[in-house]
């Protein structure tokens, strides 16, 4: 009885300390003061969805700050990546940044920036392609949409959050890959779109999974761009299952300015991975679709490498250069 009971207590105590080395080790990596973070779409889109999440489990975890989350949208977010090297490089600024966004939008020329200009410093998670209509909508699978676009060839309007944006990309290549002829409607970021194909005003949209999750009741998935099917779309086929080998979406992460020193940098950095380690950030996560990735300073060219050299490919079908 008594060794049952010193290893209880032995166990209580492990937990004890394994827990409060746990809180010590992220108050470590608090800021010093609150962090401004910005937005390159308007409230209500999925990159606001999950700003919003670590808003909240920062707080939590480093009660002495504020995550003051401010926007400046426009241009499919160009606006404000074309002026985030103008704000502080005080290890304080983050701005969220968008893939493959910050790689098209330059290639097609008319932004105010290069992808160069982009300073990521973590990537921390993926929203999976996925085509989704109006719950009201007489289509009611993929089979339908097919049969419904070919017989009526660039009638379907099918809505995304920008211009050479992951929604504008994946719209091109639903396309080519499955040879349709749909119009592509770019709004200013999916909180303005969810508007319009909730109320039925377009046809569908080419949005992500988060989109399809959050507005379940209101909108039905027809397709998504995963490996698997998703938990929480249990009935919806993915592209694989549908003949195409497409397994894409858009990434979503923060960047500095420029003139952040490398160790504010690599400081964010850990930050972003530990809040992405919370079981709460976790389940926020995956109730809202979203897959969380985890690339900090460490893996970032090669994975931008990689990145940059497959959205190459897709900037070629969608008619972009350089200029």
């Keep these: 009885m008594k060794m049952r009971r010193s290893g209880f207590f032995l166990s209580l105590w492990l937990c004890l300390v394994v827990g409060l080395w746990h809180e010590v080790g992220f108050a470590q990596l608090c800021p010093a003061a609150n962090l401004k973070y910005w937005q390159a779409f308007p409230p209500g889109g999925e990159s606001d969805l999950s700003a919003r999440h670590q808003q909240t489990v920062l707080k939590r975890r480093c009660p002495a700050i504020e995550t003051i989350v401010q926007y400046k949208a426009g241009a499919g977010g160009a606006l404000m990546w074309s002026t985030m090297n103008s704000l502080a490089g005080d290890g304080l600024t983050v701005v969220g940044i968008n893939l493959p966004h910050t790689v098209l939008q330059p290639m097609e020329g008319s932004v105010q920036y290069k992808t160069e200009d982009i300073t990521p410093v973590f990537w921390f998670h993926y929203t999976p392609d996925a085509l989704i209509v109006p719950e009201q909508s007489p289509i009611k699978s993929f089979a339908d949409f097919v049969k419904t676009a070919r017989g009526n060839p660039g009638k379907l309007s099918?809505?995304?959050?920008?211009?050479?944006?992951?929604?504008?990309?994946?719209?091109?290549?639903?396309?080519?890959?499955?040879?349709?002829?749909?119009?592509?409607v770019p709004f200013k970021g999916t909180g303005d779109m969810a508007t319009s194909v909730i109320g039925a005003h377009i046809d569908g949209v080419m949005s992500y999974t988060a989109f399809a999750v959050n507005n379940r009741g209101k909108v039905r998935a027809l397709a998504v761009a995963m490996e698997k099917r998703h938990?929480?779309?249990?009935?919806?086929?993915?592209?694989?299952?549908?003949?195409?080998?497409?397994?894409?979406g858009a990434f979503r992460g923060i960047g500095v300015p420029k003139s952040t020193p490398i160790e504010a940098r690599r400081r964010l950095g850990e930050l972003w991975a530990s809040l992405n380690a919370e079981p709460e950030m976790k389940e926020l996560a995956?109730?809202?679709?979203?897959?969380?990735?985890?690339?900090?300073?460490?893996?970032?060219?090669?994975?931008?490498?990689?990145?940059?050299?497959?959205?190459?490919?897709?900037?070629?079908?969608?008619?972009?250069?350089n200029k």
């Excluded at 920008?162 to 994946?170: T, Y």
């Excluded at 060219?301 to 079908?317: G, L, N």
């Design 158 to 184: 099918l809505g995304g959050s920008g211009l050479n944006s992951a929604n504008h990309a994946a719209h091109e290549r639903l396309n080519r890959d499955f040879a349709l002829k749909t119009t592509y």
């Design 231 to 248: 938990p929480l779309l249990p009935d919806v086929p993915t592209f694989k299952e549908l003949g195409v080998d497409w397994v894409d």
């Design 286 to 321: 995956a109730r809202s679709g979203f897959e969380l990735v985890n690339i900090g300073p460490e893996q970032m060219d090669a994975f931008m490498r990689e990145r940059i050299r497959t959205y190459s490919e897709v900037a070629k079908q969608m008619g972009l250069g």
